[in-house]
């Protein structure tokens, strides 16, 4: 699909890369946050993307009634172009996919793709439990660790499992 790489700086904010343009994110409340105005720039391909953003804001404003994806936006401090920290639009993973869904453009179709057969494979995960075994383990393996450690990662969530299930000892 894309590439997508951390470049390594502050362990606090890094640069994500998709299709060759960076995405400024920070670690806020104990999860990334990204900058919507490059991704909004990066999907909608316009010149200006803030104005961009702008317009989508309210236009999900008037689609959503009470409760409004931007509602769930923070400005948060990210260093901007001209190496000053600015207050920027972000939003986390969940709503920044909602944002996403809601980009007409072309390159929003692999996005919203990808959502889908997320979406879609866990709910079979749901319906059938190994099938998250089998991932986890496919993931794991993709990441280069060593099979006697997955093996004994797998066991280890399987047994915590268990004991939540049957409760404290």
């Given at each position: 699909?894309?590439?997508?790489?951390?470049?390594?700086?502050?362990?606090?904010?890094?640069?994500?890369?998709?299709?060759?343009?960076?995405?400024?994110?920070?670690?806020?409340?104990?999860?990334?946050?990204?900058?919507?105005?490059?991704?909004?720039?990066?999907?909608?391909?316009?010149?200006?993307?803030?104005?961009?953003?702008?317009?989508?804001?309210?236009?999900?404003?008037?689609?959503?009634?009470?409760?409004?994806?931007?509602?769930?936006?923070?400005?948060?401090?990210?260093?901007?172009?001209?190496?000053?920290?600015?207050?920027?639009?972000?939003?986390?993973?969940?709503?920044?996919?909602?944002?996403?869904?809601?980009?007409?453009?072309?390159?929003?179709?692999?996005?919203?793709?990808?959502?889908?057969?997320?979406?879609?494979?866990?709910?079979?995960?749901?319906?059938?439990?190994?099938?998250?075994?089998?991932?986890?383990?496919?993931?794991?393996?993709?990441?280069?660790?060593?099979?006697?450690?997955?093996?004994?990662?797998?066991?280890?969530?399987?047994?915590?499992?268990?004991?939540m299930e049957n409760g404290p000892l």
């Amino acid at each position: 699909m894309s590439k997508k790489t951390a470049i390594p700086g502050k362990p606090e904010n890094h640069l994500v890369v998709f299709q060759e343009k960076a995405i400024r994110r920070t670690w806020h409340n104990e999860e990334w946050w990204f900058s919507i105005i490059d991704v909004v720039g990066i999907l909608s391909e316009t010149a200006i993307p803030k104005r961009y953003w702008s317009d989508l804001k309210r236009k999900l404003a008037q689609e959503a009634g009470s409760e409004q994806p931007y509602e769930k936006i923070v400005r948060l401090k990210l260093t901007a172009p001209d190496g000053k920290q600015r207050d920027t639009d972000c939003a986390n993973t969940e709503t920044l996919f909602r944002v996403i869904q809601s980009i007409p453009s072309p390159k929003a179709e692999p996005f919203k793709r990808w959502l889908g057969q997320v979406g879609y494979e866990r709910v079979k995960e749901i319906e059938n439990p190994e099938l998250a075994g089998a991932r986890a383990r496919v993931l794991y393996q993709a990441k280069g660790y060593p099979q006697a450690w997955i093996e004994k990662r797998l066991r280890s969530i399987s047994i915590r499992g268990e004991r939540m299930e049957n409760g404290p000892l």
